[in-house]
């Protein structure tokens, strides 16, 4: 396992659509612990493969519930309700914006057995769900902002 390079706002892999997981192998799995210690390392919620180099359709997601989600070809089978809140982005370091994003979503996907399942987000979850299979399509969240992008205070 390693820490990977995140790619930041400007690199243009983050603006290219990725392409689907056909098989796994042992070089998709390195990858996939690899986007976990380097969203960890960075203290992330998502992390999305382009944001590491790679054009796979693959995130990982930990919103704190202990339970982390490996999505590989995720799709978004259903969404509902209305949030609006701030988001950041690994890849925008120290920036936020106003994003309005479904309250609650299904998404069905493959897990690291290329076994398909359904997980169904609310709030946080739904919200990172939504950002980082953007990433899949070559959407930043800056797309959607509302009222342009902030820089976060240091203290």
């Known amino acids: 396992m390693a820490i990977r390079n995140i790619r930041y706002d400007g690199d243009d892999i983050l603006r290219k659509v990725c392409r689907p997981v056909e098989k796994m192998d042992d070089r998709t799995l390195t990858l996939i612990d690899d986007m976990f210690d ?19 359709r693959i995130v ?24 609006t809140g701030e988001e950041g ?19 069905k996907a493959f897990d690291e057995n ?13 919200r990172a769900i ?4 953007d990433h899949l399509d070559g959407k930043l969240y800056k797309d959607l902002v509302e009222d342009g992008l902030h820089e976060v ?3």
């Open 130 to 133: 939504c950002h980082e299979l």
């Open 153 to 155: 205070e240091q203290n």
């Open 60 to 83: 990982v997601i930990d919103v704190g519930d202990d339970n982390p989600l490996c999505l590989i070809n995720p799709v978004i089978t259903e969404s509902d309700g209305e949030q």
């Open 38 to 56: 380097t969203m960890y390392e960075a203290n992330g919620v998502g992390l999305a493969a382009p944001q590491v180099g790679i054009l796979k």
């Open 89 to 107: 982005c690994l890849s925008l370091p120290g920036k936020f914006g106003t994003v309005t994003r479904p309250m609650h979503v299904i998404c």
């Open 114 to 126: 290329m076994e398909e399942f359904t997980v169904e987000g609310e709030g946080l979850l739904a």
